[in-house]
């Protein structure tokens, strides 16, 4: 035994995402405990997160928080935390697509939610935004595998597919579809449209920005004018969306569009908020595939009419990302269904500094 505190910890990729996956019982039950250990886990407040298991990127500074079902409706809930890597701060206004493709695995494995022979379908109540997605995951003989023929730009190999279905993804933080009322909008002379579907996101043409749409995700971070133009545009879209604090939030998401290059129904680069994306997030992608479908948007604009049920495909850096649309009655939004995979890396204990939790912590129940 050691002064530091252990803590029980499987880290798994989620789409193009990665970072630890918890249990529920095993943190915390008060948030700021719970978000002082993070930190601490992940080694937030460094450009590397060099004294924690964070990567160093906003994709690899996550964090999953699962347990027992707090909804009826839902086989098991799934907090998302978006621990920031230059600031010690813990987001958890959004919710996570890409880290939501490995909770269901990580469920059935932790026995939280009984296998089928083949697939289980289970569905999970995103504690962040309020939401049921379902998962279908691939279970031959009862066992969770991994491995599969599926493929996802931006992660290399093949994997297992999981399948992910937003049921009603339409006012995930704001309760509409169109938190201002407007389809599009002007923002110091900028037309932008605001539009919240998995995730809140401000829609703006690259080309009102001086950009292509196709620069690389590092050109946008280099170029200090672009991106304080850009921030201060999302900082209006967010007090405009409800979101007072937008400076202290990573919602609302920035999204830059651009008409397809590579034969898909439209190019995007998706903002986290202070770095692009280098492929794109599943709730990203769900909010700009709705916005194609929602008259009147940016996005509706510049692809034309869209009639359900539809792909869309979004080219990303990575490559593409498509959402099947189909019709939802009685919902704000159609259905969104996207496929990703999921891997599990490693499992044991990771450790946080003692002064997180100076007198321990007490256990959820």
Do not use: W
């Not at 939501?100 to 569905?123: M, N, Q, Y």
């Not at 992608?285 to 979004?314: E, H, K, N, S, Y």
């Amino acid at each position: 035994m050691n002064d530091q505190i252990r803590i029980p910890c499987v880290m798994m990729r989620g789409g193009t995402s990665r970072g630890p996956f918890f249990l529920a019982s095993d943190l915390p039950a008060d948030p700021a405990a719970r978000d002082a250990l993070l930190l601490s886990v992940m080694g937030a407040g460094h450009d590397l997160e060099i004294d924690g298991i964070g990567g160093g990127n906003p994709l690899t500074s996550k964090v999953a928080i699962i347990g027992p079902p707090s909804v009826a409706g839902a086989d098991v809930d799934y907090l998302f935390a978006q621990v920031k890597v230059r600031e010690r701060v813990v987001d958890t206004s959004p919710n996570c697509g890409n880290m939501l493709a490995a909770v269901g695995p990580f469920a059935i494995e932790a026995g939280l939610v009984a296998a089928s022979d083949g697939v289980t379908v289970l569905r999970i109540h995103n504690v962040n935004t309020r939401k049921l997605i379902e998962a279908r995951v691939q279970t031959p003989g009862g066992h969770v595998t991994y491995e599969g023929d599926a493929t996802i730009d931006g992660v290399p190999g093949t994997a297992a597919p999981i399948h992910l279905s937003f049921l009603d993804a339409a006012g995930a933080n704001t309760g509409r579809l169109l938190p201002t009322g407007a389809a599009v909008e002007e923002i110091d002379g900028i037309a932008v449209s605001c539009l919240d579907a998995a995730i809140p996101v401000m829609m703006v043409r690259a080309a009102d920005l001086g950009k292509t749409g196709a620069e690389s995700p590092d050109s946008y971070r280099l170029d200090r004018v672009f991106m304080n133009r850009l921030e201060a545009l999302r900082l209006e879209a967010g007090r405009r969306m409800g979101f007072a604090n937008a400076a202290d939030l990573v919602i609302p998401k920035p999204v830059l569009l651009a008409p397809a290059m590579r034969g898909g129904t439209l190019a995007v680069r998706y903002f986290m908020p202070h770095d692009c994306h280098k492929a794109l997030a599943i709730t990203g992608a769900v909010a700009v595939a709705t916005a194609c479908a929602t008259p009147g948007t940016l996005a509706a604009a510049m692809v034309g009419a869209q009639a359900l049920p539809i792909d869309v495909a979004l080219e990303h850096p990575s490559g593409r990302l498509t959402v099947r649309l189909e019709p939802s009655a009685h919902r704000q939004a159609p259905l969104a269904a996207v496929q990703r995979t999921a891997r599990r890396l490693f499992e044991g204990s990771v450790f946080a500094r003692p002064e997180a939790a100076p007198h321990r912590y007490a256990l959820a129940s």
